[in-house]
Each structure stands twice: as C-alpha cells, then as structure tokens.
C-alpha cells in the first residue's frame, strides 16, 4: 500500500464501531503479512498470555484498557516489556477514546484522542522499514505564512485605499514572496533582504517604497557597474520576474514591522511551494474563484491523478531498467522530453509536484547509474519549460510561475545535497515553462502546448465545475464556443467543456488525460449530455468513483469528486484500474458510470420498461403563499369561519413527509370556489395569489393569474378525495445522501402531494417493497442528478428506467411480506423517516427488515449474494441495455 493511502485507510478503521479488531487491521494496513497476522489472531504468535494484550515479536506489545485506565495501563505494559532481551519496537495502550504509545527505539512517544490516529500514520511507519518518511500533508509553516501574508494584504489595501483586485499589489506579493525565499535559501546572501530593510528604511515606512523600486531595478540588471554599492550584493535573478517596473505603494510603521516579521519570524527555507501557492492565492483571490469550483489540492489527492496517469508506468519502467546502464539513460533521456499540461493550472499544484516528482525520479536514475559506473557527469534532463499551463486569473498565474522556481530551487538543494556541489544553478531563473494567462476554453490548447503525434504529452489538473443553473452568461458563451451554438451546451456542466477540448487533443497522438471532477459528470442525464459525445473519440482508462476531496484553501471545504482518465479509443488498453474506495480493480472496460462494464448510457422514458404503473409529479401552486396555510394559519382561519373546513386539505411535499411535519392548502375548482369567493380570507388569499402570479416571467404563470384559486399544475387530479381511503406509494423528489435508503412512504388520497413529490395512486405493495430496495437505491444513485449532496429523484431517468425482472407470485408475496413488516417496524418505532433513516442512527430492527426485503429483491436479479453496489449497477445496467434493445 501506498504511504499516501495509508491515512485514508486508518480513518476507515477508527470510524468503525466494532473495534474488537483494531490491532490487527491497524498492522493489515502496515502490510504485515496477513498470515501473521491470522495466526496471532488465533493466538499461534501471540507471545503473552495476559487476557487482553497481544505481544508479536519484535513488533509490538498491544493492551486495550478500560475507560480512564490508559496511563495506568501504559505502566503496566512497560513495566512487562522492560526486562525483555528483544523488545517489541512498540507499545500501543488504547481504550479508544485516547491512545498512549512509544517507540522503543526512537524513544519518541504518542499521546493522543483515539479519532486523531489517522493524522499520525507516520509514527508506525517502521512497520513498514521506513525510519523517515517526507509524508504528505499540510505543513505548519504554510499555515503561518499565509496568515501573516493575509495580515500584510490587508493592511496594504487599507493603506492603499483599495478596494478592487490590484494587479500593481498583485505584483508585490510576488516580488516579496521571492525575496523572502530566496534569502533563507541562499539564493540570496542569508537575511540580506530583510537586514536590509531594517538598516536601510525609517521605521515609519515612508521611504521603504523607494528601496523596493531601487532593488527590484537592481535585481533585473545584467550589467553591474551602475548598482549602488548598498545593494550591491543583491544578484541577477531574471526569468522576468522583476521586469515590470515596480508600481508605488504606501507602506506605513505597521505594514513595514509585518513585512520584517515575515523575514524574522518564519523560515521560508521549509515552505511547500504546492501548498503555500495556493494559500497565498486564497488571500487575494478567493471570492472570485470559489464560485467556480475550484478547489486547492493536497498532495496526495494529487497523487491519485498523476500515479495511474504516468508516475507508476515510469517507476516501472525504471525497475525494468535498474540493471542495465542504457536503459537507464534512455529513461533519463525520455522524462526530459515529456510535456506536462494543466488547462486550469491555478496556482501550479498539479505542476509543481508533477516537476518535483519527476526530480526525484531523476535523482534516483543518477543514484542507480552511479552504482553501476564511477563516474558520471550531470546533464539536466528535467527542466521547467516542460511544463505548460493555462490560468484566466492574473494572480493566480503570476503564483504558478513563482512556485515553479521555488520547486525548482528546493530540487536544485537536495540535488546538491547528493553530489556535494551546485551542479545545477538556480540563478538567473530560467523560463518557468509555458504559463499562459488565458481563458482555456477560448484559447488553442496545442498553441500553449504545441505536440506532435509521437510526442509523450499528459494532461491534468482540476478544473472549476460549475452546474448549468448556476452559470451566468459568460459561461455559457465559454461553453458555445466549445460544442457549438446548436449542441446542448446549456445544459452541461461547466467541466464539461476540459474534458471535451481534451479528447479533442489527445486524438492521434501519445497523448493521455486525467481530470478531478465534480461526481455529477457521471450520473443522471449529464451522462447522456456529457458521454455520447466523449465516447465517439475516447475511452476511460482510469477512474476513482466518489470521495471526499479536502483541500489547502483558506476555508478547507471537501467535496465529492471523482477522477477519471481519458485515452484515444484507437489505443488499445488491455487492463484498465478502477479505485472503489481503498480498493484497486483492474477491469476490461470503465462504464461512464464507473462501473465495469460495457458504455451502457440511461436515457430518460416516457414509461416504465418493467411495466410499472405511471409515476405522477405533484402538484406546484406558484402561488407567492396565497393558497398555502400552516398548520396555525389553517386553525385560525377555521375558527373564524368554520365552513371553510371542507376546502382546506392536509398537503405534504418532500421536507413535511421526511420529518413528518404537514402544512395545508385551499383545493379548489371553479365550482367550489364560487362557493366561498366571497370570504374576506378567500378574497386576501386569491389577490396574493393574482399579484405574485403577474409579477412572474414566466407567460405561463401569468396566464395564471385568471385562475387564481388553482394550482398551476396538478398532479393525479382524479385520485384525491377528501374522505377517500385509497392509498399511494409516495417518493421525494429529493433525499440526503446521508441515508442507506431512501425514505419511501404511503399516503391516503386525501392529502394534496406538492411538485417536490411523485406519487403512484393505488399501486400494489410490492412495488413499495421494490422501490425501498438497496437494488433501486444502487440504481438511483447512479443515474440521478445531484442537489448539492443530496440525491434528486426523477420519473423519467430514475423510475421508469430502472429494470426489474418478471416474478412470480411467491416472489411477489415474499416482497408484500418484507414490505409491510418495514412499515409495521416505522410504526411502531415512531418519529420521523429523517430519524428513521440516518444511517448513523437507524434502528437495527428496521436496517434488519431493509436488509431482508433486499435479500428477496436481489435473488429475483440472481442466486448468487452481490459482494458490493458496484456489482449490483453493473447486474442493472446490463438488464437495462438488455430490455432496452427489445
């Protein structure tokens, strides 16, 4: 396993409510052998006997303890293990709320809260035989700069009196950041620039604009005869960095001292170009790229992407070469020839660790060559205008390229390091590859990034997701320009347009793709939208199916995501790796759906193809309020004017039948209104209705107004009835993703279902018992659309597309008797389905009922018990091309 993956891994173990099997899957996850591991779970290795510990030589000596007994318990283990001639290399004491542990050679101890152990992977890391490990995560002094960078830039707007994005401040920050890096780093003379700044400017920071004009002038100077000696020591730097000329800025006591404490305070030499780029970018820019989606990438997120894409093929290739000094150069040769292109590239994440990892990689070529030869002679291979990229916002480019030279150097350090001299100089800068500032669904991806057919080229990145409704016009012309004014380019989501110019590009070439994206790409009718199109010309050849997707911004907020890669349909791909969770599967093909399987797309029906009954929509009153009473309004207004009872109805949508709340309404028809038109509230009410109705846009709407006592649409007109028993199956037009099933329901024919509910009247139980299946729920969150993270349901893509085979009559009545024992359970039980149905609090009798309806749905599919929801989808969409090629 992956050290990167190994975090994700023990968040799963601790988040277990069983916890009896701790130990073990905690050294699972460290790949001791798992027969090991079985024999010390039977007790075969385990070398005490003490009841509740386990002792694996030279591993470790595990106890778990009662609440409040950890340090107590901790004693005690050390006080066994100290008279051991070979002692274990840990002590792990839990009661799992708090862990104590120690390594025993290191000495180094852990004592934390049991839920925070996935952050300290790194301290069992010699289960693994690695002593140190430079591990992948957020660095605290990333964390402090960027504040004090956010403090700096606040005050110098304040001071500066501005008030919009300032590209001149813009400029600054870059400088500064620069300068306070390269002074830590000894690309400048150690604390020279800050010294400077102290010893040559007044405290009141009047003249300190004048020393940043004065030594940004100098620092772009080839020719030296003209430098004032005071900075004289200053070099060079170029790669235009310091081109521009300074634009003035008031600096003041305060903007000054923060500009100083950033130089004293913090050591520049440690900051992760790939983090802090991004930090910085937050603090300038954050309001006007949030909206767009785009969201700063932690390190091993960005692993997920460019491992599969072309990192684990080069290691490969490297481990077939580690004998052989030509193949060794041949690589060599070959990764400083590859392009690397990010069409969304924001502050450079995707790029600066696809340039460090490819340093690294290089590094170890030399290690290798030098082992099998005493001599060599180092020529770069890997070098910064092999990467490309495009980025719309001004600053967010000028971060990219600064980052770039940061990475750059950083790699430069550690290849000295090795080699004992500076081989490779970092001054003057050298062209931070092609960093195009640009709109990348506008603009010619192969002007930014020219390739021919036989050139190796990998494209990557995250772009901003944006869904149709939430696109202003801008976007909308971004996407024209992409599929052209007569495709269906108002309806895809804005991500769409990278992966098409994408597949545009990687069409007759060596070429290859992979984008982070929003989920909502592979499901419901964006599938359709989106992959009839891509498929013609690609394929998948990887993909992780949903996950959280934290990142490094200022306000570190996860989404669900998926990665997916592309390749030209004309390339033959064998084997291709599908990531479920923390599982890898190497499959045949990847549906658009993530599945394996063959490119089954679900299109809307009008009809069920398993010969359902019609599924109804609610009914929308469009009504600014008017026809809507709650439960108090409706009360009063009986109580003034009891004949109105008759004409107010109990009316449930989505929200009310979830939490079992209602609400009321006026259900009238020409004929009962003229019944009551003349009641002062009817009149109220019906004015209310005609005023909100002619405000509307919509000429349908207003056409309304004429008939103010109506719903504008209603649903199953002639199935209500105010003193009817007759019963239908009801499903919300949208449910929490936070639930194992969807809350499914009953209602009586006297309660008016608003549009946020579908309703099939008079339907048969078993249908209830089928549409409450983890069969359909797998169905349903597969090709349905997303509002935000809770599922939106849909007659014509959910409902009357999913298949189901035919039954017989014992299977029918088996499903009516689970079916009814669920709705017997949530009786008696109680509460609301929103309680009911939290899949952190769902009462065991009720998930028992569930599971075994799902046990008799399932075997009218097949025999055999599906292991996962990605079999079941794929048994379902199988059955769907199936039935629908009839």
Not at 51 to 67: A, D, M, Y
Not at 107 to 120: A, G, H, N, V, W
Not at 202 to 211: H, M, P, S, T, V
Not at 766 to 778: A, E, V
Request: overall charge negative; charged content about 25%; proline content about 4%.
């Amino acid at each position: 396993m992956a050290i990167i993956d190994l975090e994700d891994k023990i968040v799963e173990i601790v988040n277990r409510e069983d916890h009896s099997d701790f130990l073990y899957e905690l050294l699972d996850v460290y790949d001791i052998p798992r027969a090991t591991i079985t024999r010390l779970k039977n007790g075969n290795q385990n070398l005490t006997k003490r009841v509740g510990e386990v002792h694996l030589k030279n591993k470790v000596w595990f106890k778990e303890t009662r609440k409040g007994m950890l340090f107590d318990g901790f004693v005690e283990v050390e006080h066994q293990t100290a008279e051991l001639s070979s002692k274990p290399r840990y002590l792990l004491v839990t009661d799992f709320d708090g862990i104590l542990a120690k390594d025993t050679k290191t000495q180094e101890s852990l004592d934390i809260k049991f839920e925070e152990l996935p952050q300290y992977f790194d301290f069992f890391l010699a289960w693994k035989g690695i002593e140190k490990v430079d591990f992948e995560k957020e660095n605290p002094a990333d964390i402090k700069a960027a504040e004090r960078f956010a403090r700096l830039y606040d005050v110098l707007h304040k001071e500066n009196n501005i008030t919009d994005n300032n590209k001149g401040l813009d400029l600054f920050l870059i400088r500064l950041l620069f300068c306070l890096f390269a002074e830590d780093t000894d690309i400048f003379n150690r604390k020279s620039f800050t010294n400077s700044i102290k010893t040559l400017t007044g405290e009141d920071g009047a003249d300190l604009n004048k020393f940043f004009t004065d030594l940004f002038v100098v620092l772009d100077k080839t020719e030296r005869d003209d430098v004032p000696s005071y900075l004289k020591e200053f070099p060079y730097v170029n790669g235009q960095l310091f081109t521009d000329p300074h634009e003035e800025l008031k600096f003041s006591t305060k903007s000054r001292k923060l500009i100083i404490e950033c130089g004293e305070l913090l050591n520049w030499a440690k900051i992760n170009p790939d983090i802090f780029g991004s930090m910085i970018q937050s603090v300038a820019s954050e309001e006007s790229r949030s909206h767009l989606g785009m969201h700063y990438t932690s390190v091993p997120n960005i692993m997920k992407v460019i491992k599969p894409l072309f990192l684990d093929h080069l290691y490969e290739e490297f481990e077939k070469a580690y004998d052989s000094m030509d193949k060794l150069n041949l690589l060599y040769v070959r990764i400083g020839k590859i392009k690397f292109f990010d069409p969304a590239c924001g502050s450079g994440n995707f790029l600066i660790i696809t340039y460090k990892e490819l340093r690294r990689l290089e590094i170890k070529i030399l290690l290798r060559q030098r082992e099998l030869t005493e001599f060599i002679m180092y020529l770069p291979s890997v070098t910064l205008d092999q990467f490309y990229g495009i980025e719309i916002d001004d600053f967010a480019h000028d971060v990219a390229k600064l980052s770039l030279w940061i990475a750059e150097h950083q790699m430069n350090m550690e290849l000295e390091e090795i080699f004992n001299d500076k081989v490779r100089a970092t001054l003057p800068l050298q062209s931070a590859g092609e960093i195009r500032c640009a709109n990348a669904l506008s603009v010619d991806w192969n002007e930014v990034c020219p390739h021919s057919k036989n050139e190796e080229v990998y494209i990557f990145g995250n772009p901003p997701y944006l869904g149709s409704k939430k696109q202003n016009q801008s976007h909308k012309e971004d996407l024209m320009i992409v599929f052209g004014p007569k495709s269906n380019y108002k309806q895809v989501d804005y991500i769409a347009g990278w992966f098409q110019l994408a597949a545009n590009y990687i069409q007759d070439g060596m070429a290859r793709v992979a984008f982070v994206s929003t989920n909502s790409i592979c499901q419901g009718e964006q599938v359709e939208l989106i992959w009839k199109r891509l498929l013609t010309s690609t394929q998948i050849s990887f993909a992780y199916t949903s996950f959280k997707w934290n990142n490094n911004a200022k306000n570190n907020a996860g989404v669900t995501v998926i990665i997916v890669g592309l390749d030209s349909s004309d390339r033959t791909i064998n084997t291709k790796q599908l990531f479920i969770g923390m599982n890898e599967k190497s499959v045949k093909h990847i549906t658009p759906y993530l599945t394996e399987g063959e490119d089954t797309i679900v299109s809307k029906m009008e009809k069920s193809i398993s010969g359902f009954p019609k599924m109804d929509f609610g009914s929308m009153p469009r009504d600014g309020g008017g026809l809507i009473f709650s439960p108090e309004e409706r009360e009063k207004a009986i109580e003034r004017y009891p004949e109105l009872k008759p004409y107010i109805w109990r009316y449930i949508g989505a929200v009310e039948f979830i939490n079992n709340t209602f609400r009321y309404c006026f259900w009238l028809n020409s004929e009962t209104y003229e019944e009551i038109k003349d009641n002062p509230i009817v009149r109220d009410r019906m004015d209310q209705v005609r005023q909100a109705r002619l405000s509307s846009k919509a000429k349908s709407t207003q056409s309304a107004a004429n008939n103010p006592y109506s719903f504008v649409q209603k649903g199953p007109e002639h199935y209500y009835s105010k003193n009817g028993k007759k019963m239908s199956i009801i499903v919300p037009a949208f449910s929490s993703e936070n639930r194992f099933y969807m809350p499914i329901g009953i209602e009586k024919s006297s309660t008016i279902l608003s549009n946020k509910i579908y309703v099939i009247p008079n339907a048969d139980i078993s249908l209830f018992g089928i549409l409450s299946s983890r069969m359909h729920m797998t169905w349903m969150r597969a090709v349905t659309g997303r509002l935000k993270t809770d599922y939106g349901y849909s007659s014509g893509i959910v409902y009357n597309t999913f298949p189901f085979p035919s039954m017989s009559t014992r299977r029918k009545q088996e499903i009516e008797a689970a079916a009814l024992h669920i709705l017997d359970i949530r009786e008696e039980l109680g509460g609301s389905l929103a309680k009911l149905y939290n899949q952190e609090k769902m009462p065991t009798d009720l998930k028992v009922a569930h599971e075994n309806l799902d046990g008799i749905v399932e075997r009218a599919y097949r025999q055999k018990a599906f292991e996962s929801d990605e079999e079941r989808l794929e048994v379902l969409l199988k059955m769907y091309q199936e039935m629908t090629e009839r």
